[in-house]
């Protein structure tokens, strides 16, 4: 969390010198004034947390200051200080909206009782906000479903990158492989697991709300921004930030994230003082980055600080081996959450689903399943219960004598080349005509053209 900011004003030189002394230290940091306009123009610049406010002043009284003070930030912890054990005042300051009062002397015991109060109570309200975010389960690498040596691979690298001290992780695969639960499991397995875990889709939000969110903003920095507010890097502070579809991200806010990953300190929108956190920041994205530089959309200093520790999450139908140990699963859970009494898939409907090529891979999947349990009366999913698109899947046509077609040189060959120059040559004699395509090959028009996409063949 970063550290509290507290302003005491008060014309008493040895009060403010006393108070930075005793309380300046990792956990706040304190400002001074000797007058209630001094007061007023140093929270006008940083809307402190916490003020500490003598009612007597020179100039403006304390009470005017008070006033004005909730005017500019309504949720400030103001402790009204008097000397002259004026109750009335005292009384009059909290109805004005004062946290709390006290008199002079008083010992620096019963401040440092009254910041942990109200440092707890910060701390709680930012773990509400994040408590109202759309927030995941807490997730492990045991949610992670498979033994497959691609996905197994991933988890064991994701399991050494979270008990590091790495500050980056770059997520890449398309939608759908489970890019949000590795982001949980790392937060989960590391040493900030005690710490908030905040998502933030950048593709879900317009460019001045994403930076607002964030970053925060001062008062008054946009139409609307009636008080300061914290962004969630600020109260994510000692945690993660789960940055998902990053490739989204404007060029203007990339800049600002990259000072973020190279220096710990960013700045409120509207702001023009740094603020220090320690964040770790899961980056995620189903685009080509390195693209995206190439287009000018995405900037090539912020990928390589992204890149130093990259995972790259297998799709479903690189994985097959998986699909009957994901199925189990998922059926199990959903039969129990709708309350049907479904012990699995027929021997026709697993055939059908692990030749699948599942484009929307394990999400897909999940929601195929889901509709499929909803559907089925008996103990075990029927062919009838599973959706038409996976049915228009042509069984793969023989091909007999391979060795007569297929000649392996000695040093070898790239299986990415093989697979473009095989689609190519199937497009071209289906007349690029991707249905006809697609069936020459054995999947589905939406498999054919994710491979289109994949290996850039225009036409």
């Known amino acids: 969390m970063a550290r509290i900011r507290i302003l005491v004003i008060d014309d008493e030189k040895l009060i403010g010198w006393s108070f930075k ?218 945690g993660t930030v789960f940055l998902n579809e990053i490739g989204e991200l404007p060029l203007n806010t990339q800049s600002k994230l990259l000072t973020v990953l190279e220096y710990k300190t960013f700045r409120r929108v509207g702001g023009n003082e740094d603020i220090n956190v320690d964040v770790r920041i899961i980056a995620a994205t189903n685009r080509d980055l390195e693209k995206a530089v190439k287009d000018g959309k995405f900037r090539l200093d912020l990928l390589y600080r992204l890149k130093v520790f990259q995972i790259e999450l297998p799709p479903l139908r690189e994985r097959r081996e998986d699909i009957p140990l994901l199925i189990d699963h998922f059926v199990e859970f959903l039969a129990k959450k709708f309350g049907k009494n479904i012990k699995g898939v027929t021997r026709e409907s697993l055939q059908l689903l692990e030749h699948y090529d599942w484009p929307g891979n394990v999400r897909e999947l999940i929601n195929v399943l889901e509709r499929a349990v909803i559907l089925e009366n008996s103990e075990y999913i029927q062919l009838d219960s599973l959706p038409f698109e996976l049915k228009e899947v042509p069984p793969p046509a023989k091909i007999n004598d391979v060795e007569n077609w297929l000649e392996i040189p000695e040093e070898g060959f790239s299986l990415y080349q093989v697979e473009k120059k095989i689609i190519e040559l199937v497009l071209k004699k289906a007349g690029y005509n991707k249905s006809k395509a697609a069936k020459l090959l054995g999947i589905t028009r939406d498999t054919l053209r994710y491979k289109i996409k994949k290996y850039k063949l225009l036409w």
């Open 21 to 238: 002394k005793e309380f300046d230290n990792k956990y706040f940091e304190v400002t001074t004034a000797e007058s209630g306009e001094e007061g007023i123009k140093l929270f006008e610049k940083d809307f402190h947390d916490i003020v500490f406010l003598d009612n007597r002043l020179p100039g403006i009284q304390g009470l005017d200051v008070l006033k004005k003070l909730k005017q500019l930030r309504d949720d400030a912890y103001i402790i009204f200080m008097t000397a002259y054990g004026s109750i009335e005042t005292a009384v009059e300051a909290m109805k004005m909206g004062a946290y709390e009062y006290i008199n002079k002397p008083f010992n620096h015991d019963e401040i440092r009782i009254l910041l942990q109060g109200i440092k707890d109570k910060i701390q709680l309200v930012h773990e509400v906000q994040l408590l109202c975010r759309d927030k995941p389960m807490d997730l492990t690498f045991n949610h992670i479903i498979g033994t497959s040596p691609s996905i197994r691979q991933a988890i064991q690298l994701a399991k050494r990158i979270a008990t590091s001290k790495a500050t980056t992780v770059l997520l890449l695969g398309e939608s759908g492989t489970g890019k949000d639960i590795f982001a949980s499991a790392i937060h989960n397995q590391s040493a900030r697991k005690d710490r908030p875990f905040v998502p933030i889709n950048c593709a879900t939000l317009p460019e001045n709300l994403l930076e607002s969110e964030l970053f925060g903003h001062e008062r008054g920095a946009f139409t609307g921004a009636h008080k300061m507010k914290k962004g969630l890097l600020e109260i994510a502070d000692g």
